[in-house]
């Protein structure tokens, strides 16, 4: 069309000129020339036009639902008779941004009263549907549920809406929650309107009335200031992100919104208007749209916003920054009473509700609703999971809802134990340079609820809890004793713990030796697990063969296919991430029912509908007969074995699950305890690799106690253990005994391979 | 004439090709399990006599009903839904076990359905009803797994469910 109009233009205007007035030659020349000018800019300028307008409509239908993906942590299930104290309740709601008042009266607020919580959870749309705000009211005694209810009907269960922890950006992306137009509040809707283009509904993209009377103000008042602008206008110059107030750049923007108009409805510009404006900055990422600014600066969904929020957010469009109700308290109040009263005129508000309001404080939460990138080793996880199904686009674009397995509440104890555990040992043992990585599991259903990779655990980067693979040293035992078990020993076999030469295939020979170098003869396999003798473990090994080991591990997929099975391995010559590390001890902790250890529970989509599930899938592993032993036996470490100190160290004295781990020239510590329901993974060493003095029980341990020592942790029954008989025995020689016998203790045997030898007390 | 006849016969032959690549290889024994036939009911009748139920805990028990209901709308993925978050209040619940089981066999995914009823029994009672149905549910998902004889040693494991004692009594 552009291009018609520039061909026939000159044409017709020098042949109607021609055809009038006998005119000179050079005159007929001139004016077609002009006209020939004229043409080819009118035609340029139409060309012009066309190409922005086309262009603004593409970026217009980009933005309106280019959604990034927001992750949320696990959802708080309680129960009655769950074991939760106060102190813990208010930590996990204050992380999912719930706001303490003295009556809830909307959702996100909860109120405390000594051990009775009442709590105004936000709607939810889990993958089992749609679950509304309710009021969910606890009672709490000596650390456990006593009685809860929701909406006021007594009841035994409630699951609290999950934390945001984080989204999934383009990179230089915005931060954005999109809403239909019908979901923002009238008040916001119409508000909006009256303070910034009170013409909205009847112009068509410029209002010539709104320009004029702004021009006026700024040639009386001798600057720019007053902008004139419609809600249209702002649209396309919120688009292109640039606040650039030239002529050209104010002609395009007419340009483009007389474009928009002529192609969108109001309802839909308006909608995309409510959902785009920028409201804030959060690290480098723009806070854009109504919906998230409620998050951000109030922590509740804007539909529970009240009028004296709503007309500070709408006073906030002039100048996000300049009116940062955090920075510039006082700027922000005046700017939210100034659009109060204007809602008062414009009749949107009755005055006297006004008036009540202004008296209001602004109520803006100091922290965020939201941080971005708090927890950046464990979202470093969950990206590398959903890498596996989705596409980078799909993550970054289209608004799905990771719901993740983090337990904030765990995290927050990891994340404390890593900094100030790490330099309270520096401190006290003079080391220097330590760097740890961490996992909290639940070992029944795989899901990793807390991730550190760093000492920092802020900082971004190195995440050492998947990506630092060291030496496991000691960690390995347990397996090496299950395959024994499994090869028909019991736990009161004797081994002999004396020195040991393995010939190598290379011609070398290794002599493992003791952390104590000493020998200790004969001994059960109990005590050489539990005081974790390298000589006895070599020898037992050796016996059934480290392939054996090797082909447990490659079944783990914790070993290549291709490695060979060198002697060494018995002792844990094998690099492994704390990651690793707890998906070996997993299937221990599961009774041998192996599951995938995973960051991610289901992805849905805007709509909540479930688009990938990652359900509990249990494996059983072959030995899994044989890990209640290992258990038992694992717990013993913490009471008399390496992990002595444990129970010391945590105040309590529970049955944990517990193997320390130290290798080569004290490089690396490990730590791994697992109790009735948790599994955590500690590693502690230098990033160099360089010899750090530490063993397992000096550095490791203690960061583990550190987590768990405010954490409630259910300790394993050991007389539950699935399917073993007890025998009173003799701990030294394991004869079976009598039970009033001096030494004698209980021990677990699998039905089929009990000891033989009875004997009466030992005089 | 006879140029056209022939293009007929080899269009033909074409189609019938494509048919033959494009059937699916069906699996011999491939048929939907009827639980209340094939595991529930005969497991009451069969565990009958001495019960020993675990205590459960009040929320399991709420999320028990709602995946009832869910399964008996045959909305399979919903009630193993339920069943899930049950699932991560308490992971050694027998019952629930077995329930997550009934599902995956409903589902036709008997390797789970094997390990999960495996899982319930090592943590059961070993005795009884919830015996009986644990052994049925792997016999059935044995032989859909194509192993007859391990299918017919758990056929007769659930039978002894009935008479025999538990460990330890």
Redesign the interface.
């Given at each position: 069309m552009a291009k018609k109009t520039r061909r026939r233009t000159p044409a017709k205007t020098s042949k109607r000129k021609s055809a009038k007035w006998q005119t000179p030659l050079w005159r007929i020349r001139l004016v077609c020339c002009l006209a020939g000018i004229t043409g080819l800019l009118t035609g340029a300028g139409a060309c012009w036009v066309y190409a922005i307008s086309t262009q603004v409509v593409v970026h217009f239908e980009q933005r309106r639902w280019d959604v990034p993906t927001r992750v949320y942590a696990r959802p708080l299930?309680v129960?009655?008779?769950?074991s939760l104290s106060s102190q813990l309740l208010t930590a996990e709601l204050q992380a999912a941004g719930y706001q303490q008042t003295s009556e809830p009266s909307q959702p996100g607020q909860y109120a405390v009263n000594g051990e009775a919580f009442a709590i105004y959870t936000r709607p939810f749309a889990f993958?089992?549907g749609q679950q509304p705000a309710q009021v969910v009211e606890l009672q709490l005694t000596g650390g456990q549920v006593e009685r809860l209810s929701v909406n006021r009907q007594p009841?035994?269960?409630a699951r609290l809406d999950p934390a945001e922890i984080g989204s999934l950006h383009a990179l230089g992306g915005d931060d954005r929650t999109v809403l239909p137009l019908e979901a923002f509040p009238e008040l916001l809707v119409t508000g909006v309107q009256a303070v910034e283009d009170r013409n909205f509904k009847h112009h068509y993209g410029i209002d010539w009335r709104g320009l004029a009377r702004a021009m006026w103000r700024n040639l009386s008042s001798g600057s720019i200031s007053q902008g004139g602008s419609t809600i249209t206008q702002q649209m396309v110059r919120n688009l292109y992100l640039t606040n650039n107030r030239n002529l050209w750049r104010k002609f395009n923007e007419m340009v483009m919104a007389i474009a928009l108009e002529r192609r969108y409805s109001k309802h839909e510009i308006l909608e995309t208007y409510l959902n785009q404006v920028y409201l804030g900055q959060v690290g480098g990422r723009g806070i854009h749209g109504f919906a998230r600014a409620s998050e951000y600066y109030f922590a509740v969904p804007v539909q529970n916003l009240q009028p004296h929020q709503i007309a500070l957010l709408v006073g906030m469009v002039r100048g996000a920054s300049w009116y940062n109700p955090r920075r510039h308290e006082q700027r922000a109040l005046e700017r939210r009473n100034v659009i109060l009263d204007s809602f008062a005129v414009t009749g949107l508000l009755p005055e006297q509700q006004a008036l009540q309001w202004r008296r209001q404080p602004l109520s803006v939460r100091l922290q965020p609703g939201f941080r971005s990138s708090r927890y950046p080793a464990f979202m470093d996880l969950v990206r590398r999971q959903l890498r596996e199904q989705y596409a980078e686009d799909e993550l970054q674009r289209e608004g799905l809802r990771v719901l993740t397995t983090l337990d904030p509440v765990a995290q927050a104890e990891a994340e404390q134990a890593a900094s100030k555990g790490l330099s309270g040992i520096e401190r006290d043992h003079g080391w220097t340079e330590l760097q740890t990585g961490m996992v909290i599991a639940?070992p029944?259903?795989g899901?990793i609820l807390a991730l550190v990779g760093d000492r920092n655990p802020a900082r971004a980067g190195f995440n050492r809890a998947v990506d630092a693979r060291r030496q496991v040293g000691s960690v390995i035992k347990p397996f090496v004793y299950l395959l024994a078990l499994a090869g028909g020993d019991n736990l009161m076999t004797v081994v002999s713990d004396a020195a040991i030469t393995v010939p190598m295939p290379n011609g070398d020979i290794w002599q493992p030796q003791n952390y104590d170098r000493q020998n200790h003869g004969s001994v059960t396999l109990l005590t050489a697990l539990i005081q974790s003798y390298n000589q006895a473990t070599v020898r037992l090994g050796m016996g059934f063969g480290p392939e054996r080991l090797a082909a447990l591990l490659k079944n783990l997929q914790l070993l290549p296919d291709n490695a060979l099975p060198h002697p060494s391995l018995l002792l844990g010559a094998l690099e492994l991430s704390p990651l690793e590390v707890a998906s070996l001890y997993q299937v221990l902790a599961?009774?041998g029912?192996r599951t995938r250890l995973s960051a991610v529970r289901e992805v849905l989509d805007t709509n909540g509908q479930a688009l990938t599930?990652y359900?509990?899938?249990?494996?059983?592993f072959p030995q899994?007969e044989m890990i209640p032993l290992i258990t038992f036996a694992l717990t013993e470490v913490a009471h008399r074995g390496t992990a002595w100190r444990l129970p010391r160290l945590l105040g309590r004295n529970l049955n944990i699950a517990a193997k320390t781990g130290t290798t080569n020239d004290q490089r690396d510590s490990w730590f791994v305890g697992y109790t009735d329901?948790r599994l955590a993974v500690v590693w502690v060493g230098r990033d160099d690799n360089q010899p750090a003095g530490i063993a397992g029980s000096t550095a490791a341990m203690p960061v583990w106690a550190e987590i768990f020592d405010d954490l409630p942790l259910r300790d394993i029954d050991v007389y539950r253990l699935?399917?073993l008989?007890w025998y009173w025995v003799d701990w030294l020689d394991g004869w079976v005994t009598e039970e009033n016998c001096p030494g004698a203790g209980l021990v677990p045997f699998r039905?089929g391979s009990e000891p033989l030898q009875w004997r009466p007390c030992r005089s | 004439m006879h140029a056209k006849y022939l293009r007929w016969v080899l269009m033909a032959v074409a189609v019938q090709l494509v048919a033959c690549s494009s059937q699916q290889p069906v699996p011999i024994q491939e048929r939907s399990v009827d639980i209340e036939q094939e595991v529930r009911q005969p497991a009451e009748v069969e565990g009958a006599g001495l019960q020993v139920r675990p205590l459960q805990?009040?929320?399991?028990?709420?999320?028990l009903t709602q995946a009832d209901q869910a399964e008996q709308q045959g909305d399979l993925n919903?009630a193993?839904?339920?069943l899930?978050?049950a699932?991560?209040?308490q992971?050694?619940d027998p019952e629930l076990l077995q329930r997550i089981a009934e599902i995956k066999l409903q589902q036709s995914n008997y390797e789970?359905s094997l390990?999960?009823a495996?899982?319930s029994y090592?943590?059961g009672p070993k005795v009884g009803e919830l015996c009986s149905r644990n052994w049925r549910t792997i016999s059935v998902s044995r032989d859909q797994l194509d192993d007859p004889a391990g299918a017919e040693d758990a056929r007769q494991r659930s039978v002894a469910c009935a008479a025999k004692k538990p460990?330890?009594f």
């Open positions: 299930t129960f009655t008779g769950m993958a089992d009841g035994s269960l639940d029944h259903t899901d599961a009774d029912y599930r359900p509990v899938q249990l494996d059983v899994r329901d699935p399917g008989t039905p | 805990n009040p929320g399991v028990r709420e999320l919903q193993g839904i339920f899930e978050r699932l991560r209040i992971p050694r789970q390990n999960y495996s899982r090592d943590v460990e330890g």
